[in-house]
């Protein structure tokens, strides 16, 4: 099934890439979500059609959840469900920046089985199926084998820099980057250019999903920030914070919580 399901979240993401592509970011109609939630644009909302008639159209027995659809329980009770972000990234989408992404993912009972991320201003398409590697490009990618964390660069947020995060009040020696988009660095993790990524904060199922698999279908693996596994379609469709990466530096990052 997941060989199946693959092919389609290719198609569908490169046709996502083409209707995002039609709108021109910093003057795209925009909105600012309730409570807080982040911006949305006319283009996420032309992406998440197009991506619910494509898939639901080929798989209608498959439950949804996107970012971008007001969610119900029906998901809940299918065995199969698609996970999508229309566009990870919305911020960087609207400066006109070239690094938001298409998260498209299928779930199973709970366990991710086929994920697509794709960045089409970058022309980079990450994908996987599980029991079938990870590529980029349709090249075989492998995470960071790296075991000395100060040798290790991670893709994290400022806030998760804070010595409160960690035992002892004091972050282990680690370089650090960012990205704006969750899915993106974990499709970069996944390609062994950084060592591990790190969100502490609860993070949406469908920033997460696709990035997941492809980072353990390249070798490493993504835990919450417990060291729990990761499972999928919940009810609540947060997780409790992601670490992610080479499995060294991910289990080091683990350790040095607090």
Not at 13 to 37: E, I, L, N, Y
Request: proline share 5%.
């Amino acid at each position: 099934m997941p060989a199946h399901d693959l092919p389609l979240l290719i198609d569908a993401a490169h046709m996502a890439g083409r209707v995002a592509t039609s709108f021109t970011g910093p003057t795209a109609q925009r909105w600012d979500k309730a409570d807080g939630a982040g911006p949305v644009t006319e283009a996420d909302l032309a992406v998440n059609a197009q991506l619910l008639s494509t898939l639901r159209l080929a798989r209608p027995d498959y439950g949804w959840l996107s970012e971008e659809t007001e969610d119900n329980t029906d998901r809940l009770s299918q065995d199969r469900v698609f996970i999508v972000d229309p566009i990870d990234g919305t911020r960087s989408f609207v400066e006109g920046s070239n690094t938001w992404a298409h998260s498209i993912a299928v779930a199973e009972h709970g366990v991710i089985t086929a994920a697509v991320v794709y960045l089409p201003l970058r022309n980079k398409l990450y994908a996987a199926a599980k029991g079938q590697g990870a590529t980029c490009n349709g090249l075989p990618i492998t995470a960071s084998a790296q075991t000395a964390l100060g040798q290790s660069t991670v893709l994290v947020a400022k806030p998760a820099l804070l010595g409160e995060h960690w035992k002892t009040n004091n972050r282990p020696e680690f370089k650090h980057s960012f990205r704006p988009s969750l899915a993106y660095r974990l499709a970069l993790v996944g390609e062994g250019r950084f060592e591990a990524m790190i969100t502490l904060r609860q993070s949406w199922e469908w920033d997460i999903a696709a990035g997941a698999l492809i980072i353990g279908e390249a070798g490493g693996v993504a835990l919450d920030r417990t060291g729990a596994a990761l499972q999928f379609n919940n009810a609540d469709p947060r997780l409790n914070g992601v670490v992610a990466g080479g499995t060294p530096a991910c289990a080091a990052l683990i350790d040095a919580l607090a």
